[in-house]
């Protein structure tokens, strides 16, 4: 009867022991299961979207290039450094093919839109890429295009990535915008140990800033210890006059609360940043979107931002250019989808971080030079 009992207590002991010094991580993990991943699976899933992109993943085949080809870009707002970084990458791919391109500037207001669609139709082109605006938005004028049989792909035009089953626009050239989130959050659960106090920025004026916000405010609510503070909606086109007015009043009301800020772009922390430095207060900065060059520069200096989920903004104006010569060619968009890459102090050293962006070394421009020129 003794010798049980003291057995017991000293098995309570050990374990007690073992939770302090190298099993607390597994328990913390275990009461993060609630509905979504474990704090393991979560760190496996980070991991994965931090390694090296070596290899092309993308479209072998193809129709050969069109030329003589007249094009209309629609850019929602060219201060953007996402919309500017793929248009970049655009004209690069359309003057491998002799194409001529026409770069319109909405500068992010509705009359900018409308303006620089009439604009576009005007010119009658033979197709009309369409970077950064909401196209389900834009639909009753979008149509008028499909009407006279130009065909229209975009860039983040919506929350569904890829081949495109309504609407004018056939092919929507972006990251899964569920899976940017997703890792985004995930980097916030991981690296603050499933504590962390977040506030989410995002505009309300587009569908996939809205759900690229939900979906991250999802991951957060999942975890037991993680603390949803807010997610604010701030217009992108306004973010230079808006935040740091709205960083200094979230600081003075959530207080050390505020650990962690997530962003559907990287721009929200351009202005954000100085405040945090003029408090002295170290917030800890995830955007779900672009890769900036700001961003980047953040990041390798540590300071303040240390992730984003950047999109590879030069590979995707080649992709655009690729998508819209297969229709131009009679065929169907090839709808490749990117999977989603997280920039970290770790790894921005390769796939272009030392000039600032993420570029891929999966040699894009080659296969896309191959496909064309068949």
């Not at 010798?3 to 009461?31: D, H, N």
């Amino acid at each position: 009867m003794g010798k049980m009992p003291y057995r017991a207590l000293l098995l309570y002991l050990l374990t007690f022991v073992y939770l302090i010094e190298g099993g607390a991580l597994f328990a913390m993990e275990q009461s993060c299961k609630k509905r979504g991943a474990t704090l393991v699976e979560m760190r496996q899933i980070v991991e994965k979207a931090g390694e090296r992109v070596s290899k092309w993943d993308g479209p072998t085949s193809g129709p050969i290039g069109q030329h003589g080809i007249k094009i209309a870009v629609v850019c929602e707002d060219l201060r953007n450094g996402g919309v500017l970084g793929v248009a970049r990458g655009l004209g690069e791919a359309a003057d491998v093919l002799g194409w001529h391109i026409k770069m319109i500037d909405a500068r992010g207001t509705l009359n900018g839109r409308k303006n620089a669609l009439d604009a576009a139709l005007l010119m009658k082109p033979d197709g009309l890429i369409l970077l950064g605006s909401d196209a389900r938005t834009l639909e009753s004028r979008l149509v008028e295009f499909k009407k006279k049989g130009i065909p229209v792909v975009g860039w983040h035009v919506g929350p569904i990535a890829g081949k495109l089953s309504s609407g004018s626009v056939a092919m929507n050239v972006s990251t899964d915008p569920f899976q940017v989130a997703r890792v985004t959050a995930m980097k916030a659960v991981v690296e603050s140990h499933g504590k962390a106090g977040v506030i989410i920025f995002t505009d309300s004026n587009f569908e996939i800033a809205m759900s690229k916000a939900n979906e991250m405010a999802k991951i957060i609510q999942e975890c037991p210890k993680c603390t949803l503070l807010e997610i604010r909606r701030v217009p992108i086109s306004q973010s230079a006059q808006l935040m740091p007015k709205i960083t200094r009043e979230l600081l003075s009301h959530y207080g050390t609360r505020w650990t962690y800020a997530l962003a559907i772009n990287d721009i929200y922390f351009d202005y954000a940043a100085p405040e945090f430095t003029k408090t002295g207060r170290d917030i800890h900065l995830f955007s779900a979107g672009d890769g900036s060059p700001a961003a980047f520069m953040r990041i390798q200096a540590g300071t303040f931002q240390y992730a984003t989920v950047a999109e590879p903004l030069n590979l995707q104006g080649w992709q655009l250019v690729d998508e819209l010569n297969r229709l131009l060619s009679g065929r169907s968009v090839s709808g490749y989808v990117i999977p989603p890459h997280l920039v970290t102090p770790s790894n921005i050293a390769y796939d272009g971080g030392i000039r600032m962006e993420f570029d891929p070394d999966n040699e894009y421009r080659k296969f896309y030079h191959h496909i064309w020129k068949r």
